[in-house]
Structure formats: C-alpha cells, structure tokens
C-alpha cells in the first residue's frame, strides 16, 4: 500500500523536473494555455488588425493587394505587402498574421526593432511566456478574449522581428 504514494510522488516530481528544465521548448499553444490574458486590443499593423480582409478597402488604400506568394505554405497564403510587413491569410483573404521587421514600425505600446527583452517586459508587463524556436528567444502575451498572440522573437538580446497573429496559428 506505501509504494502507491511513493510511486505517485516520484512521478508528481519527474513531472515537475521536466516541466521546469523544458518549459522553454514547449509549443506554443501549451504557453498561450497558461499564460495569463493580456489586453492586445489597441494592436494594429498600420491601422490594420488581424482578422481584418486583405481586400477590404482599409487595406486596399495602403497598399497594392499582392499576387505573388511570398512563401509556399499549405494552409496559408504568404504575402509582402512592403518592405518588413509580411503577412498571411487564410483562404478566403482574413489576415491571420503579421511579421514585422521593420525598424521603423513599433508596436501599438511602443516597441521597435532592436529594443530588448527588458524593453519589451517593461512596456507588455508581467502576463507574458517564453519559449526558444529556430535558435530566437521568445517573449510572448496572449489575448484570451480576442484570440490573438503577440511574440517577439530576439537574438543575442536584441528584437529582430514580432509576430502578431490569431491564436490558432501554427
């Protein structure tokens, strides 16, 4: 009857190990899960948000609607609108995500890139996850009610692009 519990506890406890050495390498999705919601709503990319159509005349007075794919993905359509503005859309043209690279274009609290982690915790505050893919940092906030992320991906300390998205995204 006592090796039950014992059993049960070495278990809680490699559980809680892995939990605490791995949590970084996590997906996405299992961060957004815990993460508490943080209010994205002032976000925009230009005064376009996500969900927004790539064809609605909010977009169409900015820019010229893109024909050509800017990467071959199944479920996605890829688009550069201009130069450090990439974004996707689903098939029926909703934006579903925006990649930014360029400097000049801050989020809606203010951040740039180049600034750092530090900047960004400073400005998003506490609800916030990290995570490492593809060799970046990742600093992320998700908004719960809207369904929307935002992550800044760094390298050696220093923002090198955001992506703000649907929560679905993959």
Not at 105 to 113: Q, S, Y
Not at 117 to 133: A, F, L, N, P, W
Request: glycine letters at 8%.
């Amino acid at each position: 009857m006592k090796r039950i519990p014992l059993i049960l506890i070495a278990s809680g406890i490699v559980l809680m190990v892995f939990i605490i050495f791995f949590e970084n390498t996590f997906p996405r999705g299992f961060h957004q899960l815990i993460t508490s919601s943080t209010d994205l709503s002032h976000e925009n990319i230009e005064g376009i948000y996500v969900g927004d159509n790539i064809k609605s005349n909010k977009v169409t007075k900015k820019y010229e609607i893109p024909t050509e794919k800017s990467r071959d993905v199944e479920k996605y359509n890829y688009y550069l609108l201009r130069d450090g503005v990439e974004i996707a859309t689903d098939q029926a043209g909703r934006i579903s995500r925006f990649i930014i690279t360029d400097q000049g274009l801050p989020t809606a609290k203010g951040i740039h890139i180049g600034d750092t982690k530090e900047d960004v915790i400073r400005k998003y505050e506490k609800h916030h996850y990290t995570r490492s893919e593809q060799g970046f940092d990742i600093v992320g906030y998700v908004d719960k009610k809207r369904k929307i992320s935002l992550e800044f991906w760094l390298a050696d300390g220093k923002l090198e692009f955001y992506r703000f998205d649907e929560k679905s995204m993959k």
